[in-house]
């Protein structure tokens, strides 16, 4: 396994419409964290996944982005009627177990237009 | 609530400079401490950790301690390379007893070594 990934690397959106975003961790990484990262800040944590389960959801996870990881591997970011402050770095990491250190994944750049 | 400030930059150093970078934190709890790298085009990387007071990290000649009376993890490196220009990050996550919490991030500092 070569890390993290993340598809699509960029999207390009118009305000009003639905994004999904995707992150594959590392095998076997039981944990699953997405984060957000706006320009010149460090990344903002936004919601966790045990195997399938979400354990925490931020404040910053409003009512329009849901997060999913149905069979405990991949997981989907959806972010539903965007506005032009959801432009960002959406950010995924994975860990072995809780403490262990989050490899991140490249992220995918949303720009609402 | 749980948090983490870190130096401004950007910072600027000529090669084989000394770099210092200050990271001071609030947390209830048992926090773990993390300095992250960000190099250019590329995703965060965990660079160093530590997990309990008056340990040090150490990683690619870069140092730093945690040190609990001072609620501070300073990034350390004696000689910089242009290859060490990047974003660094000090983080925390925070052991309440049964669990850790998610990884809280300072706003990154910019360094630029330049030849």
């Known amino acids: 396994d070569t890390g993290v990934s993340q598809d699509p690397r960029h999207k390009i959106t118009k305000r009003g419409q639905n994004v999904t975003f995707r992150c594959d961790p590392i095998?076997?990484?039981?944990?699953l964290y997405w984060y957000r990262q706006t320009l010149g800040q460090g990344p903002e944590f936004l919601t966790y996944?045990?195997?399938?389960?979400?354990?925490?959801k931020s404040r910053l996870l409003s009512d329009r982005f849901s997060a999913e990881r149905p069979k405990g591997s991949f997981s989907t970011l959806e972010i539903q009627r965007t506005e032009q402050g959801d432009s960002a770095m959406y950010l995924c990491?994975?860990?072995?177990?809780?403490?262990?250190?989050?490899?991140f994944g490249p992220g995918t750049r949303l720009t609402v237009l | 609530g749980n948090s983490v400030t870190q130096m401004e930059g950007p910072v600027t150093l000529s090669e084989e400079a000394f770099l210092t970078i200050n990271c001071t934190y609030t947390?209830?709890?048992?926090?773990?401490l993390f300095w992250y790298v960000q190099y250019p085009g590329e995703g965060l990387q965990l660079l160093l950790k530590?997990?309990?007071?008056?340990d040090k990290g150490s990683n690619k000649g870069f140092e730093a301690t945690y040190r609990k009376e001072t609620t501070s993890f300073h990034l350390e490196k004696g000689s910089v390379q242009v290859s060490d220009s990047a974003v660094y990050f000090c983080?925390?996550?925070?052991?309440?007893?049964?669990?850790?919490?998610?990884?809280?991030f300072g706003p990154g500092t910019s360094l630029s070594v330049i030849p």
């Open positions: 947390a209830t709890g048992y926090p773990s």
């Open positions: 996944f045990q195997n399938e389960a979400q354990l925490e």
């Open positions: 983080a925390l996550s925070d052991y309440r007893g049964t669990s850790y919490d998610k990884v809280i």
């Open positions: 990491a994975s860990s072995l177990r809780e403490g262990d250190e989050q490899f």
């Open positions: 095998s076997e990484h039981n944990r």
């Open positions: 530590a997990t309990k007071a008056d």
